[in-house]
């Protein structure tokens, strides 16, 4: 079974920066695609960054465009996201979560919650202005 755990979250002035890491235990070659998700108070649950097993391809929601950076390390089943320029605006509980969907099937990679079958507890993540 697919277990997620994430861990690196914290308090931080607007400005500053984290890393968030991901480690993964029971991934499977069906594994397809590991994504970030956030989710604030009052606020829906919402995609931040996803990551493609397959060609490690990543992409990003708008808002964090260009100031957050995902990567997987294979080797040690860990998925990282760095985030710089803090806003504010990105706190939030930040989740990784693992995706078996088929990647040409969708033609995409999974990009919504309800794709995303496997979720870690949580890390918090606070912006101070």
């Known amino acids: 079974e697919v277990q997620l755990v994430e861990s690196g979250g914290g308090l931080v002035q607007a400005g500053g920066s984290l890393r968030l890491s991901c480690a993964a235990s029971g991934l499977t070659f069906d594994t397809n695609a590991i994504g970030w998700f956030r989710q604030a108070p009052g606020k829906e649950r919402e995609g931040v960054s996803y990551i493609s097993r397959r060609d490690g391809g990543t992409y990003y929601t708008g808002s964090v465009q260009g100031r957050f950076s995902a990567s997987i390390d294979n080797a040690k089943n860990t998925v990282y996201l760095q985030m710089t320029s803090l806003k504010p605006e990105d706190t939030a509980v930040y989740y990784c979560?693992?995706?078996?969907?088929?990647?040409?099937?969708?033609?995409?990679?999974?990009?919504?919650?309800?794709?995303?079958?496997?979720w870690g507890q949580g890390t918090q993540v606070t912006v101070s202005s």
């Open positions: 979560a693992a995706s078996d969907l088929s990647i040409p099937t969708l033609n995409r990679v999974p990009s919504l919650p309800s794709e995303y079958a496997y």
